[in-house]
């Protein structure tokens, strides 16, 4: 049987795709309310496939509740929160629920971290923490780290096909981890040591920050001197060695706007290239922000009141809201003392900041300006409702004649 132990946005696909592959399967999370939903027979968030996959491993019988359980295999994924001052990611949930499961786990148990750790949080934070409780690494217990890579958004896709990585002290154990993982992935996965594991997530979820500042500086030179960015970054991309991702109104997520700082904060005066990174992709909603100041100057809008910003979550068809350039946008919006942006998001159905709509057509008619800040389907789907509005298309989806870009 396997304990997957935090039942949050990679606990419970993971725990969900294992019972549905064959595997004995006890979801334990210490959120009652959350096990309780569950239980009632209801998922916890939005997720492309997600009810139906529910479903069926309810049919195989996963089981979810608050307790811990005596097995050989824990999956540990709790969240790792990030400090957004020191940089630093906080292994506290991590390092608890491993102390938790040592208090029930038979001798030998293997134990799994699942959850974003920054390279090194093994060996400073897991593997004190299991010493300092008496038991022998290896012996006692064993350590795995198993990174998960799935996107928001196309996750259970993901789960089944993408490749992975096991990192493990002992070969044999990572083996068996890797069994475990072949139970539903058909991906090749990948045995290595837990170091290298913990450093291939962070530094694949660097690069694509990193290529995401690229086109966002690029953004930036061409809008100084009026050229198109989109155009030159498709023409780039017919080049068979280059691949330009997209200019965006930021980046947000609780991956590829966080892991990066890790590198940062590990490796101050060697990882520039990533440092000036994070920061043109931390400052891109304020780069937005100048930009809808500068369009209603040219507009003659005096009201910031009657411009909307359309979405709220970190990118599409999502209802996490974590890091979302919208979020970061209204905080500027403070400092500039000057506030009064209307939103809405078809995702968000609770007030979470001020001036929030719930409904689009009410949004439309409450402002002149929308800001297009999360490319939902919704809004692809209903462009002929922002005709006669000024538009800033941050993710240049909308053809309509006059439209804005960053
Ligand atoms: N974005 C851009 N331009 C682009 C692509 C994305 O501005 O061309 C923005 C998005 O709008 C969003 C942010 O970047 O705000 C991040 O979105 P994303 O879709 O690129 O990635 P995430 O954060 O949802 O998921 C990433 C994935 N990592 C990689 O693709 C390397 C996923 O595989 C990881 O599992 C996940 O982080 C994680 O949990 O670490």
Redesign the pocket.
């Known amino acids: 049987m396997v304990n997957v132990i935090g039942l949050g ?2 606990g419970l696909p993971t725990a969900l795709m294992m019972a549905t592959h064959g595997v004995e399967v006890v979801g334990t999370d210490y959120n009652k309310e959350l096990v309780d939903t569950l239980n009632a027979g209801h998922t916890t968030f939005k997720e492309d496939g997600l009810d139906e996959l529910f479903q069926d491993a309810l049919k195989a019988g996963i089981k979810f509740n608050t307790e811990y359980q005596v097995t050989d295999t824990y999956i540990v994924s709790v969240p790792t929160p990030y400090d957004k001052f020191s940089k630093k990611v906080d292994a506290c949930y991590v390092v608890a629920a491993v102390k938790s499961v040592l208090e029930v786990a038979p001798k030998g148990a293997t134990v799994v971290v699942e959850s ?1 750790i920054s390279p090194g949080t093994m060996e400073k934070f897991v593997r004190p923490a299991v010493e300092e409780a008496g038991f022998i690494i290896g012996e006692d217990i064993n350590l795995v780290h198993a ?7 196309n996750m259970v896709y ?1 789960l089944l096909h ?1 490749n992975r990585t096991i990192g493990a002290d002992d070969r044999e154990i990572g083996e068996k981890i890797k069994k475990l993982y072949s139970s539903f992935c058909q991906g090749k996965i990948v045995v290595t040591d837990i170091k290298t594991a913990e450093m291939t ?1 962070v530094v ?2 660097t ?3 990193v ?2 500042a690229f ?2 500086e690029l953004a930036r030179i061409c809008r100084h001197d009026n050229m198109d960015v989109y155009e030159i970054i498709e023409i780039c991309n017919m080049h068979p060695r280059v691949n330009i ?13 966080v ?1 990066p700082w890790f590198l940062v904060g590990d490796y101050p005066s060697l990882a520039k290239v990533i440092d000036e990174s994070m920061k043109t ?1 931390d400052s ?1 909603p304020d780069f937005v922000l100048n930009r809808i100041y500068e369009i209603m100057k040219e507009k003659g809008f005096t009201d910031v009141k009657r411009v909307g910003l359309y979405g709220l979550t ?3 068809n ?1 209802d996490d809201m974590r ?3 919208t979020l970061q946008l209204l905080e500027s919006q403070e400092r500039h003392l000057a506030t009064g942006l209307k939103v809405y998001d078809p995702f968000i159905t609770k007030d979470v900041v001020a001036n929030q709509y719930h409904d689009l057509d009410v949004f439309l008619n409450n402002v002149d300006m929308v800001v297009i800040m ?2 939902h389907n919704e809004i692809k789907e209903n462009v002929e409702k922002l005709n006669g509005k000024v538009v800033l298309d941050c ?1 240049n989806i909308i053809k309509l004649p006059g439209v804005y870009h960053i």
């Open positions: 946005y990679i974003t990174p998960e890579r799935i996107i928001p958004g993901e993408n997530k694949e979820n690069f694509r920050a290529n995401i086109a966002n991702l997209q200019p965006g109104p930021g980046v947000g997520g609780h991956c590829i706007s892991d992709n891109q970190y990118k599409e999502v890091e979302s350039p999360v490319k993710h």
